[in-house]
C-alpha cells in the first residue's frame, strides 16, 4: 500500500514531484489489479467482450442483421466498446476518489487533482492493454487497418482531458452530495446508448441526429473507429468532442478550486 513516505515531497521541482507521485499511485492501483488477482488481465476486458458477445447475438444472431451498416460488425462494437469501457470505469472511480482515501489524502502535501490524474492514466494504460484484443478480432474478422489509425493518439488526448474536466467536478461534489454516485450511475447508462456505441449516427433518426450529435462521446468514438471505418470519422463530431472536453476542464478546474478547501474538511 501507498504510504505517506511514497509520495512525500522531495528535493526534486515541483512538477517532478508531482509526475513521480502521479506515477507511483498509477503504479499502485494496476499492482493491485492485476498482481493480486490470478485474472488480472482477464478482468480487465472480460467487461467489453461479454458486451459485444451480448450485441452481436441480439443483432447477428438473433435478428441477423449487422446491427448497422459497417462490416465486421465485432469490430465496430469492441472500437467503440474499449474506449467506453476506459470512459465508464474513471468515472465510476471518480465518485470514490476522496472516500475510498480520505486519511491519506488529507496527510500528504502533493495537489489534490493527483487522486483525479491517476485514476485517468491507470485507466488509461488499461485501455492500451485491451488494444491487442481488439487487434486479434480485426485480424481473424478481416477487418482492414486504415491510415486514421494515427489520430488514435488524438483521441486519446481528447479522451484523457474531458476525463479530467468531469473527475475536477464529480469528486468533490460527491463528496457533498452522496446520491451522487448513484445518479452518476444511471447517467452512464443512459449515455452507453446515447453514444451510437452499438449503432451509426445516421441509424438515429433525422429528428434526434442533432441532438445526439452534441455527445461529445460520438466524434470522440468515430475517431477511434476510423482507423477500420474511415466513414466513421466526422471532423465536426470531432470539433463537439474537442470543445465539450475544453469545457468540462474549465468548469472542473473552477469548481475544484471552489470546493477543496471544503471538502477536505468534510471529508
Known sequence: MTTYADVRPTQRTPFARYRHSLWLLTKRDLHVRYATNALGYVWSILDPLLMAAIYYLVFVGIFHRGGTGEQPYIVFLLSGLLPWTWFNGAVLDFTRAFSREAKLIRSTAIPRTIWINRIVLSKGIEFVFSLPVLALFAIFAGAHLNWTVLYWPVA????????????????????????????????????????????????????????????????????????????????????????????????????????????????
Open 156 to 267: 486519446m488526448l481528447i479522451q484523457a482531458v474531458m476525463l479530467v474536466g468531469l473527475g475536477l467536478i464529480i469528486a468533490p461534489v460527491v463528496v457533498f452530495f452522496k446520491d451522487l454516485e448513484r445518479a452518476v450511475r444511471l447517467i452512464l447508462r443512459l449515455l452507453f446508448y446515447a453514444s451510437a456505441i452499438v449503432f451509426q449516427i445516421g441509424d438515429v433518426p433525422s429528428s434526434f441526429q442533432g441532438i445526439v450529435a452534441l455527445n461529445p462521446l460520438v466524434g470522440l468514438f468515430g475517431l477511434y473507429r476510423s482507423a477500420f471505418f474511415p466513414h466513421e470519422l466526422s471532423w465536426k463530431l470531432v470539433l463537439i468532442s474537442v470543445v465539450g472536453s475544453l469545457i468540462f476542464l474549465a468548469v472542473g478546474v473552477l469548481v475544484f478550486r471552489r470546493t477543496i478547501r471544503t471538502v477536505l474538511k468534510e471529508m
